[in-house]
């Protein structure tokens, strides 16, 4: 008897299903204004994100991109979308709106921070040779 596939990938197969509906129950609930169209295509991208990861994780290549490079891009991008998107919005929105300067230099800083936290993920990540931190080796 064979093994269906989904039996030995069931944790992924569930991170997957679960990315593509609680994306669009999260914006249902807490913006209300979006549209479904848009909520489907967050889904499909979060979907996405989560089969890119299972890649670098397993160590399989895809679109002939070697699991280490696919590791870079994703820590990259997790640098300045998350890190440098974070520290904007925790840094300089207050600041911004403290002494009462809101413009187009802001949504600059915007960009200036996400670049700055992308190669400083960068830098710390090539120093453990792209392994995640959870992994439990590597230098950092």
Do not use: H
Request: aromatic share 18%; with cysteine.
């Amino acid at each position: 008897m064979t093994e269906k596939w989904w039996r030995k990938k069931w944790y992924w197969v569930l991170c997957i299903l679960l990315a593509f509906v609680l994306v669009p129950i999260i914006n249902l609930f807490f913006f209300t204004e979006t549209p479904l169209s848009k909520s489907i295509v967050y889904a499909i991208a979060s979907s996405v994100g989560v089969l890119l990861a299972y890649f670098a994780y397993t160590g399989k290549t895809i679109f002939k991109i070697q699991p280490k490079t696919l590791r870079r891009i994703i820590f990259i991008t997790f640098g300045a979308f998350t890190v440098g998107f974070l520290s904007w919005a925790f840094i300089v929105l207050p600041l911004a709106s403290y002494f009462d300067k809101p413009g187009p230099i802001v949504f600059v800083l915007l960009l200036v921070l996400m670049v700055v936290c992308a190669f400083i993920v960068d830098t710390i990540m090539k120093r453990r040779d792209y392994r995640p931190f959870m992994e439990g080796g590597g230098n950092i």
